[in-house]
């Protein structure tokens, strides 16, 4: 009777689960003891007795990584020795007895697979094979030392490789064998080798080489569609990838060195064949990023054919002409989506990279009038390049910008149809039109004059596409960066800066109607710099010119509660702040008319603080009022501290009694003392420093005036500052008399009295202590 599994595994197997068994019904039994134990606390909880089984230790590695590892580590030695053997020991054995061991080791090494796979021992069986490979490599390198020591290098290595591709490929393809992993993908490395040193040897130059790198891809890439192994599918992609994008990059070089035609067209030819191995890949497996290589290739080979016949200046353009014709695959329905989609990309990538060029001539006329801000009307330049360029030079071959960015609007404006991004596309079409047009003056060297009106048309065209286009942002983007580079622009003459600033208020206040909450406030700013600008035309003094720029602030109080739009209101506003502060700043030369500056900034914002949204604008006013009055004090060289005080201490002082009136709850401290404290405290310090008398007698009767007022309606806060000062300005004015009296009395008196005085107090304490008490209760009761 035939036992499955056999008698000896299954007693085994038993074994294994009584002992399970065992142990399982011992750990039941003490937790039952334990458990009765619990119930009767009495009685002593019995411990659990016995072995307790432990857990089987866990391997540290699986019996295939084992496994693995030694038959890597056994190859390896093995090739080891007998590369020993071959480099070492090869000069010891004659002519037969090299071929006889190298011979005998090699077909030993390459049948040893077969019985190994038969007994089902694969890993080992791919060892085996390795060590194979790697001896026929030997037997290649050993050949070439002793038998064929005339042929070169090169077409050796060329023959070889190719041999031992065949080889290997051959030995890999045969019945049993073919369930190795190793000898395929090894033969396709080795045909890697073949026709790059082929090349070599013919001394075929940099174009035979990039040839032989693409055409040694473009196998890969065939092996790699159709072939079924993953691991030679795996092999073969890394092969495409990394000799296609050697020889891509050889190929661009030899396009971009090209010194003549025929020399460009060989480099395209380079080109246009990696594109078509990149695009039948794409083919197949519908790969989008092929397609875009591919798209990208292909106006690269183009261009750079053309490029030596043309200008160097043409080049971009050249290349981004290529570039838009690969949308004509937007009308070629039979081809695949992915196809057209990467074909699309490729031609968007080559665009972005011809506006990426141009991006420098257009900076330079944006930003290149700010340097007018420090040679203000230093006089008209020659035309309007000299115009943007000043303290710069000009960016070569930037005559074909223009061409450039209006061949990219157009494609935006007519070639995009898809309703996601058609409304993209023109807003890009709309702002690359304006910098075509705000390049053209400086390219074609327009007068200064020309230069302002073509800039000043942009602006309006922007702003009025603003206006009344939907989707506005693009557009008043453009107006804005626009406006500001025709304001800095027209600085370099004194008429030019009166005129394009008053039409520049002009246009952005006449678009307030809709785009308020941008426009409104840019016309603020506009009108700032043209009332700076008229009071210096005028040769008014700085500080004049502020009482002009204060028409801003003036006119922004009145405008923002007038607004229809809520969202202008709060940009309004911040433009009128920042031209009051302007006016502040220009005004600072000259203290009396800081003064009224101040003042009439405080009446700007007194009047905005009217409205119940901008009360807290009201503390600003008073702060306004209060810096205008001490600055016209100090013009009056007022140097009495009262002068300054006062003006606080009463408006601080009917503010406390309002609110002490409204809630009686509120503190005294918070209700008085800031405004007390702000006279009080600058007079005492000044009436210690003055000799004279009138200010320490005025000085008491006021803090007396205030204690006085303080006990009356008994409020802590008066009575105890209006004291303090009181009782401080008595001993200055005392001070003097008791250093009199110190000075004639004997040396032991003030200490006779010191110690009468201590005793005095300590005789007296308890009864002191009782009347604090009762002074610190009646404080305590009063506000």
Same mark, same amino acid.
């Given at each position: 009777?035939?036992?499955?599994?056999?008698?000896?595994?299954?007693?085994?197997?038993?074994?294994?689960?009584?002992?399970?068994?065992?142990?399982?019904?011992?750990?039941?039994?003490?937790?039952?003891?334990?458990?009765? %134990?619990?119930?009767?606390?009495?009685?002593?909880?019995?411990?659990?007795?016995?072995?307790?089984?432990?857990?089987?230790?866990?391997?540290?590695?699986?019996?295939?990584?084992?496994?693995?590892?030694?038959?890597? #580590?056994?190859?390896?030695?093995?090739?080891?020795?007998?590369?020993? +053997?071959?480099?070492?020991?090869?000069?010891?054995?004659?002519?037969?007895?090299?071929?006889?061991?190298?011979?005998?080791?090699?077909?030993?090494?390459?049948?040893?697979?077969?019985?190994?796979?038969?007994?089902?021992?694969?890993?080992?069986?791919?060892?085996?094979?390795?060590?194979?490979?790697?001896?026929?490599?030997?037997?290649?390198?050993?050949?070439?030392?002793?038998?064929? #020591?005339?042929?070169?290098?090169?077409?050796?290595?060329?023959?070889?490789?190719?041999?031992?591709? $065949?080889?290997?490929?051959?030995?890999?393809?045969?019945?049993?064998?073919?369930?190795?992993?190793?000898?395929?993908?090894?033969?396709?490395?080795?045909?890697?080798?073949?026709? +790059?040193?082929?090349? =070599?040897?013919?001394?075929?130059?940099?174009?035979?080489? @990039?040839?032989?790198?693409?055409?040694?891809?473009?196998?890969?890439?065939? /092996?790699?569609?159709?072939?079924?192994?993953?691991?030679?599918?795996?092999?073969?992609?890394?092969?495409?990838?990394?000799?296609?994008?050697?020889?891509?990059?050889?190929?661009?070089?030899?396009?971009?060195?090209?010194?003549?035609?025929?020399?460009?067209?060989?480099?395209?030819?380079?080109?246009?064949?990696?594109?078509?191995?990149?695009?039948?890949?794409?083919?197949?497996?519908?790969?989008? $990023?092929?397609?875009?290589?591919?798209?990208?290739?292909?106006?690269?080979?183009?261009?750079? %054919?053309?490029?030596?016949?043309?200008?160097?200046?043409?080049?971009?353009?050249? *290349?981004?002409?290529?570039?838009?014709?690969?949308?004509?695959?937007?009308?070629?329905?039979?081809?695949?989506?992915?196809?057209?989609?990467?074909? &699309?990309?490729?031609?968007?990538?080559?665009?972005?990279?011809?506006?990426?060029?141009?991006?420098?001539?257009?900076?330079?006329?944006?930003?290149?009038?700010?340097?007018?801000?420090?040679?203000?009307?230093?006089?008209?330049?020659?035309?309007?390049?000299?115009?943007? @360029?000043?303290?710069?030079?000009?960016?070569?071959?930037?005559?074909?910008?223009?061409?450039?960015?209006?061949?990219?609007?157009?494609?935006?404006?007519?070639?995009?149809?898809?309703?996601?991004?058609?409304?993209?596309?023109?807003? $890009?079409?709309?702002?690359?039109?304006?910098?075509?047009?705000?390049?053209?003056?400086?390219?074609?060297?327009?007068?200064?004059? !020309?230069?302002?009106?073509?800039?000043?048309?942009?602006?309006?065209?922007?702003?009025? %596409?603003?206006? +009344?286009?939907?989707? *506005?942002?693009?557009?008043?983007?453009?107006?804005?960066?626009?406006?500001?580079?025709?304001?800095?622009?027209?600085?370099?003459?004194?008429?030019?800066?009166?005129?394009?600033?008053?039409?520049?208020? !002009?246009?952005?206040?006449?678009?307030?109607?809709?785009?308020?909450?941008?426009?409104?406030?840019?016309?603020?700013?506009?009108?700032?710099?043209?009332?700076?600008?008229?009071?210096?035309?005028?040769?008014?003094?700085?500080? *004049?010119?502020? #009482?002009?720029?204060?028409? &801003?602030?003036?006119?922004?109080?009145?405008?923002?509660?007038?607004?229809?739009?809520?969202?202008?209101?709060?940009?309004?506003?911040?433009? $009128?702040?920042?031209?009051?502060?302007?006016?502040?700043? #220009?005004?600072? @030369?000259?203290?009396?008319?800081?003064?009224?500056?101040?003042?009439?900034?405080?009446?700007?914002?007194?009047?905005?603080?009217?409205?119940?949204?901008?009360?807290?604008?009201?503390?600003?006013?008073?702060?306004?009022?209060?810096?205008?009055?001490?600055?016209?004090?100090?013009?009056?060289?007022?140097?009495?501290?009262?002068?300054?005080?006062?003006?606080? @201490?009463?408006?601080?002082?009917?503010?406390?009694?309002?609110?002490?009136?409204?809630?009686?709850? =509120?503190?005294?401290?918070?209700?008085?003392?800031?405004?007390?404290?702000?006279?009080?405290?600058?007079?005492?310090?000044?009436?210690?420093?003055?000799?004279?008398?009138?200010?320490?007698?005025?000085?008491?009767?006021?803090?007396?005036?205030?204690?006085?007022?303080?006990?009356?309606?008994?409020?802590?806060?008066?009575?105890?500052?209006?004291?303090?000062?009181?009782?401080?300005?008595?001993?200055?004015?005392?001070?003097?008399? &008791?250093?009199?009296?110190?000075?004639?009395?004997?040396?032991? /008196?003030?200490?006779?009295?010191?110690?009468?005085?201590?005793?005095?107090?300590?005789?007296?304490?308890?009864?002191?202590?009782?009347?604090?008490?009762?002074?610190?209760?009646?404080?305590?009761?009063? *506000?």
């Amino acid at each position: 009777m035939t036992h499955i599994p056999p008698p000896a595994e299954e007693l085994r197997l038993l074994d294994a689960e009584l002992w399970q068994l065992d142990a399982r019904r011992a750990q039941l039994l003490a937790r039952r003891a334990w458990l009765v %134990a619990a119930l009767q606390p009495k009685w002593p909880a019995p411990q659990p007795t016995g072995p307790t089984p432990d857990a089987p230790p866990r391997p540290e590695a699986s019996a295939p990584s084992v496994q693995n590892v030694l038959l890597v #580590l056994g190859g390896v030695l093995l090739t080891v020795a007998a590369m020993v +053997f071959t480099l070492v020991s090869w000069g010891h054995l004659g002519i037969t007895g090299r071929a006889l061991v190298l011979g005998a080791v090699t077909v030993a090494a390459l049948a040893a697979p077969l019985p190994l796979l038969k007994r089902g021992l694969r890993s080992t069986a791919e060892s085996v094979a390795g060590l194979g490979l790697a001896l026929t490599v030997l037997d290649a390198v050993a050949l070439h030392g002793a038998v064929f #020591l005339e042929s070169a290098g090169a077409p050796y290595t060329a023959v070889s490789s190719a041999l031992l591709a $065949g080889v290997w490929a051959a030995y890999g393809l045969l019945p049993r064998v073919r369930e190795l992993r190793l000898p395929r993908p090894a033969a396709l490395v080795a045909a890697q080798l073949p026709l +790059f040193f082929w090349a =070599i040897a013919a001394n075929a130059g940099s174009y035979g080489l @990039t040839a032989a790198l693409l055409v040694t891809a473009g196998f890969d890439t065939a /092996v790699a569609l159709r072939v079924t192994p993953r691991s030679v599918r795996v092999v073969a992609a890394i092969g495409a990838y990394g000799v296609g994008a050697l020889g891509v990059l050889a190929a661009g070089w030899l396009t971009w060195t090209a010194s003549g035609p025929s020399a460009a067209a060989r480099a395209a030819a380079l080109l246009l064949l990696a594109s078509a191995i990149a695009l039948g890949a794409a083919w197949q497996k519908r790969w989008l $990023g092929l397609v875009v290589a591919s798209g990208l290739l292909t106006v690269a080979a183009l261009g750079g %054919a053309a490029r030596p016949a043309l200008p160097e200046l043409w080049t971009v353009p050249v *290349h981004l002409a290529f570039g838009i014709a690969l949308l004509a695959a937007l009308r070629l329905d039979r081809l695949p989506d992915a196809v057209r989609r990467g074909l &699309i990309w490729a031609s968007a990538a080559v665009q972005a990279l011809a506006l990426l060029w141009a991006l420098p001539v257009v900076g330079a006329v944006v930003v290149g009038p700010l340097a007018w801000a420090s040679q203000a009307w230093t006089g008209a330049p020659s035309d309007a390049r000299a115009a943007v @360029t000043v303290g710069m030079t000009w960016p070569p071959h930037a005559e074909a910008v223009p061409v450039v960015l209006a061949a990219v609007a157009g494609v935006l404006a007519l070639a995009v149809r898809d309703t996601t991004w058609r409304p993209r596309a023109l807003a $890009g079409a709309l702002g690359l039109s304006g910098a075509t047009a705000l390049t053209l003056p400086a390219e074609l060297e327009l007068s200064y004059a !020309a230069g302002l009106l073509v800039q000043g048309a942009v602006t309006i065209g922007a702003l009025t %596409a603003a206006v +009344f286009l939907r989707r *506005h942002r693009t557009a008043l983007v453009l107006a804005l960066v626009t406006s500001a580079s025709l304001a800095l622009l027209a600085l370099a003459s004194q008429t030019a800066t009166l005129i394009v600033l008053s039409g520049l208020v !002009a246009l952005f206040t006449a678009a307030s109607w809709r785009l308020a909450p941008f426009t409104a406030p840019t016309a603020l700013v506009y009108g700032t710099a043209l009332a700076g600008a008229t009071g210096a035309v005028t040769n008014w003094s700085p500080a *004049h010119t502020a #009482l002009l720029v204060l028409v &801003i602030p003036a006119a922004a109080a009145l405008l923002a509660p007038r607004l229809a739009d809520p969202k202008a209101i709060v940009p309004v506003e911040a433009a $009128g702040a920042a031209a009051g502060l302007l006016a502040i700043a #220009l005004a600072a @030369t000259d203290v009396p008319l800081l003064a009224t500056v101040l003042a009439l900034c405080g009446v700007i914002t007194a009047g905005t603080a009217i409205r119940t949204d901008r009360r807290p604008v009201g503390y600003a006013a008073a702060a306004l009022f209060l810096a205008a009055t001490w600055v016209r004090l100090a013009a009056w060289d007022v140097g009495t501290p009262e002068a300054y005080t006062l003006p606080v @201490t009463i408006p601080a002082l009917l503010v406390g009694v309002l609110r002490h009136r409204r809630d009686p709850r =509120i503190s005294s401290w918070t209700a008085y003392a800031p405004g007390l404290a702000v006279t009080l405290v600058p007079s005492l310090v000044a009436a210690w420093s003055d000799p004279h008398w009138e200010r320490p007698l005025l000085l008491g009767m006021a803090a007396l005036s205030v204690t006085l007022a303080g006990a009356g309606h008994r409020l802590q806060a008066p009575l105890l500052l209006g004291g303090a000062v009181l009782l401080l300005d008595a001993l200055h004015e005392l001070a003097p008399y &008791i250093v009199q009296v110190t000075d004639a009395l004997p040396r032991w /008196v003030p200490p006779a009295l010191a110690g009468v005085l201590l005793l005095a107090l300590g005789a007296t304490y308890e009864h002191r202590l009782r009347d604090a008490r009762r002074v610190r209760n009646i404080l305590t009761r009063m *506000h």
